[in-house]
């Protein structure tokens, strides 16, 4: 009797001991916030362009880390989709073109002679990256514009427009090898008809 | 002869090299125009210097680097630069960029340039700048700035520094000719930089493939005071890897993502120890190289000396290209060469071969297979990586993955595709994987920054949000508080008896105004009626009684309220003076308005004559009004003494210094800012004279003020004294009146006004007897 009362007392001590530990761990090491959204964040583009119908990319990495789609972002694209896709652990889902499609990255270029410089263009840049002041010509630093297009629709003059970025040999990507794993044997000759075409 | 050891891997493809070397170095033909590229290598771009339509010498600095990884750019022959613009420029993609383009002018006249004398007499750090002054960069592959590397030893130690003049891939002899034929510019270039590095010995990596390039060195070696070693290497692609080699040479192994010095050891070109031979001896920056030019399509191939920016045809036609062989134009090595679509594309400091190939000696290559997974890439690896790990991450586009394997150690030397039985183009993968990693990281860096920037200004918007609502608090609490403090006036003021004694005599000055309009209305209205004859004739004229007895009321309240007080008579006295003011500025006004009037002639004069008149008596009505009133507080007061007048002597005359010292400031500093001499004199006299009046004044207020003095004394009371007493027994009238208001008791509150009686008959007292002297 007095062993099963032992090993009873024993199982309930540690069970009260394990039990103040983890309480005491949980307030102690207490997580602010929720983490996955900043891993969101992290692979949001950034653009802070608003196509998703949130007022930025954290707003919307807080909405799927609440369980919004993750299909909603035109400047990351699919590689956006697919780094959540993998992240989160759902399935990777093809862009939702309600809110837009995927475009080559541009920058805002502010044709300087129509500029009136009314600096609604400047309010609406979401990260300051356009340079002026009131009935002073404004210009675009394209170092820092992340070509959200939200300049554009505000612009009384329409004097916006968006340039998508140049290639330089700086920027250039070697192209993907074409892929052998699609040949057959019976496929040889079209194989080199295909590998010569370009 | 130094120890040589062995590398991983490497792969021994046909050297193809004897048939370039067969001719001397030739002179490449001067081109009619030169496209000179602003970035000939890793690192910034230089800075156009020129612009169009100027003339430009041969040796003349073109561009000028802007960043520290940058190299200078000059002009490889006389001319004029007919264009500034992107041009095609030597690079895999085949897109182009900025570039100089110089019409040649046929003279080659060179700018004038000498060298250094005695360059060991130099500093180091000018030595250096003369050099990255003379735009050299590695000539070998990346195109290094040199003069970068020619720092390392300020923050490295520096025991070896190895020559690369191993020149391992096939078909390329540029080294190993320039090493034939000019071993004492590579010698003197070899010195220069050990002077600058001062390593404590120097290795010359060679292959064995290059007998007459050894001998040639080996000569030249004799005369050289330096701890010089000739390391000849079994021929084997690619030795002459700066790893590789440094491997073969050391037995050291680069830790990945270091560089050579992080282990003590510089590598330098042989090609870049003759140019920087030349820019130190001859003052001549680097505008030209040496270009091997080669394959089946050319009759004769040959390396040439070369002009930067000279076009590939230009070269080509040189050696007798046959277009119709022509299959591949490659630029570099066919190893790790790139093919280049276009003949006008220009040479630039790191094209050290062309290879005009035909179709037979670089087939079109065989459409890959699938990989068997044999494991030959590995065995052919000179990095040591894992080349068919590396080949599924990229296909899979798994580049993380890649990255954790290494794949930015790979050297892109093309040795496991050389072996691979599958063809598979496995350096083109690498390549891809590279690229879109770099890619990525760019993008990243990118996102982060909008992130920090966007984050910065949502911080910046919600703190001027916040400053602005801290505004309008504060300003909503300051309004509160001064409605707050006015209110308190207004109840503080009322208690006191004397103040109180204000607002009554307002009020009830307003309520006989009051009263009195009323009255007139009652008037008009009975007037109205009794003309008209209406019914409600009675009801009217009890109205107007009424009104006539409560105006009556009124005035009579007004006149027994008005004199009542003191304060209320001066405030009398204050109205009158103010009307008085009011009468004369009137009186003023209409005097202008008359005597504009009279000098045009117009109607209304007689009209504005009578205003005048009727204006002038009430002025004087008004002055005299006043005069009364202020002659009358000294009559109504209860003693009138012999005393009071000295009272108001004395404090007029002290108004009267007080005044005359501000006006003798002002006009002392009205002086001093005075410029105008007559303006100044005019001042001075001014200033004398009230200086006399305040003198005046003065000694009339100490003369009264001594007299009062001499009189109290006269009855044997000190004056100060007194005055401090009747200060104190005031006092003690306030406290007691305090804590009569704060005390509930009711015994307590008699004893309290006992005192205060008691207290107050002293405070009289003394007053009283204050005021006589005072």
Redesign the interface.
């Known amino acids: 009797m007095s062993t099963v009362l032992t090993a009873v007392i024993v199982l309930f001590l540690l069970a009260a001991i394990f039990g103040i530990v983890l309480g005491y761990a949980s307030v102690r090491f207490k997580v602010e916030g929720n983490p996955i959204v900043d891993q969101i964040d992290a692979i949001l583009p950034q653009t802070q362009c608003g196509q998703c119908g949130y007022p930025g990319c954290r707003p919307y990495a807080e909405a799927i880390a609440g369980g919004d789609a993750i299909n909603k972002c035109p400047p990351g694209g699919q590689t956006t989709i697919d780094a959540l896709a993998d992240l989160l652990d759902v399935e990777a889902v093809p862009l939702d073109a309600e809110h837009g499609e995927e475009k080559p990255r541009s920058v805002a270029y502010i044709r300087e002679d129509e500029c009136i410089g009314c600096t609604k263009c400047i309010q609406a840049c979401p990260v300051d990256a356009i340079l002026g002041a009131a009935k002073q010509m404004h210009t675009v630093i394209i170092s820092e514009c992340t070509g959200c297009d939200l300049c554009v629709e505000p612009c009384p003059v329409d004097c916006i427009d968006m340039i998508p970025i140049e290639t330089t040999p700086n920027t250039w990507k070697w192209p993907e090898p074409p892929s052998p794993m699609q040949l057959i044997a019976t496929d040889r000759g079209r194989g080199v008809a295909a590998s010569e075409a370009p | 002869m130094s120890k040589v050891f062995s590398f991983h891997g490497g792969i021994h493809p046909p050297g193809n090299k004897k048939r370039s070397t067969r001719a001397a170095i030739g002179k490449a033909p001067l081109p009619k125009t030169l496209v000179v590229p602003m970035?000939q290598h890793i690192g910034g771009p230089a800075d156009p210097l020129v612009k169009i339509g100027d003339q430009v010498l041969k040796g003349q600095l073109i561009a000028e680097p802007i960043s520290r990884i940058s190299a200078a750019i000059h002009a490889p022959t006389s001319g004029k630069v007919v264009d500034v613009a992107a041009y095609p420029?030597p690079?895999?993609?085949g897109?182009s960029?900025e570039c100089i383009v110089i019409e040649s002018d046929g003279e080659d006249r060179w700018i004038e340039h000498q060298g250094l004398d005695d360059y060991r007499q130099l500093r180091r750090q000018d030595l250096i700048e003369h050099i990255r002054n003379c735009g050299i960069a590695g000539m070998g592959g990346a195109g290094f700035p040199t003069d970068v590397k020619l720092h390392l030893s300020e923050d490295h130690i520096v025991n070896t520094l190895i020559i690369n003049a191993a020149e391992c891939e096939p078909y390329i002899t540029a080294d190993d000719m320039l090493m034939r034929e000019r071993a004492h510019e590579v010698l003197g270039g070899i010195e220069i930089i050990a002077h600058l590095l001062r390593p404590s010995h120097v290795l010359i990596g060679i292959e064995d493939n290059k007998p007459n390039a050894i001998h040639a060195l080996e000569a030249v070696l004799k005369d050289t005071e330096l701890n010089i070693d000739i390391v000849v290497v079994p021929t084997k692609y690619p030795s002459g890897g700066e790893r590789q080699l440094i491997k073969l040479l050391t037995d050291l192994e680069v830790p990945s993502g270091r560089i050579p010095a992080d282990i003590g050891i510089v590598c330098q070109n042989v090609g870049t120890t003759a140019a920087v031979y030349r820019a130190v001896h001859y003052g001549e920056p680097l505008i030209s190289r040496i270009v091997t030019v080669t394959g089946d399509a050319v009759l004769h191939p040959r390396n040439l000396e070369t002009l930067i920016g000279t076009p590939f045809s230009t070269l080509l036609e040189a050696c007798d290209l046959r277009p119709e062989a022509l299959s591949k134009l490659v630029m570099g090595g066919p190893m790790m060469g790139v093919t280049v679509e276009n003949d006008q594309i220009p040479v630039i400091k790191t094209t050290n071969c062309l290879i005009a190939a035909t179709a037979q000696e670089m087939p079109?290559?065989p459409?890959?297979?699938?990989c068997i997974r044999c494991g030959m890439c590995e065995q052919a690896c000179p990095a040591e990586l894992l080349p068919q790990q590396l080949y599924w991450f990229a296909?899979g586009r798994e580049f993380d993955k890649a990255k954790h394997h290494n794949l930015f150690d790979c050297i892109e030397c093309g040795a496991c595709a050389y072996v691979c039985p599958?063809n598979?183009?496995l350096v083109?993968?690498y390549?891809?994987a590279?690229?879109?990693i770099r890619?990525e990281q760019?993008?990243q860096q990118?996102?982060?920054?909008?992130?920090q920037?966007?984050e910065?200004?949502?911080a910046r918007l919600e703190r001027e949000v916040a400053e602005k609502e801290a505004r309008r608090k504060a300003r909503a609490e300051e309004a509160a508080k001064a409605q707050q403090q006015k209110a308190a006036t207004q109840s503080d003021a009322s208690p006191q008896p004397a103040a109180a004694a204000e607002p009554d005599a307002k009020q009830l000055k307003t309520a006989a105004a009051v009263a009195r309009t009323k009255l007139k209305k009652a008037q008009k209205a009975y007037d109205e009626a009794v003309g008209t004859n209406a019914d409600n004739l009675a009801e009217l004229e009890a109205a107007l009684n009424d009104a006539r007895s409560k105006a009556e009321a009124a005035e009579k309240a007004l006149a027994a309220g008005a004199p009542a007080t003191e304060e209320g008579s001066g405030d009398d006295l204050k109205q009158l003076k103010v009307a008085a003011a009011v009468a004369r500025t009137k009186l003023k006004k209409a005097q202008d308005a008359l005597k504009n009037a009279e000098d045009k002639g117009l109607d209304g004069v007689d009209k504005l004559r009578a205003t005048l008149v009727t204006l002038e008596n009430k002025a004087e009505e008004a002055q005299q009004a006043y005069e009364q009133a202020a002659n009358k507080p000294a009559s109504p007061s209860p003693a009138p003494t012999e005393e009071k007048p000295a009272e108001v002597d004395i404090k007029a005359l002290k108004q009267q210094v007080s005044i005359m010292r501000t006006k003798l400031k002002k006009a002392e500093s009205a002086l001093d800012g005075c410029e105008d001499e007559a303006e100044i004199a005019r001042m001075k006299t001014e200033v004398n004279e009230l200086k006399q009046r305040f003198e005046q004044a003065t000694a009339e207020f100490d003369k009264a003020e001594q007299a009062l003095i001499e009189r109290a004394a006269k009855s044997g009371i000190d004056l100060k004294q007194l005055r401090i007493d009747a200060a104190m027994a005031r006092a003690a009238v306030t406290k007691g009146e305090r804590s009569l208001s704060k005390a509930d008791n009711d015994d307590e509150r008699s004893q309290i006004e006992q005192e205060l009686t008691s207290a107050r008959a002293k405070a009289d007292e003394l007053n009283l007897t204050l005021s006589q002297y005072e």
């Open positions: 970035q420029i690079h895999a993609s897109l960029e079109l290559a459409p890959a297979q699938a296909k599958s598979i183009p083109q993968y390549r891809y590279k690229s879109e890619t760019r993008d990118k996102a982060d920054h909008a992130r920037r966007f910065a200004r949502q």
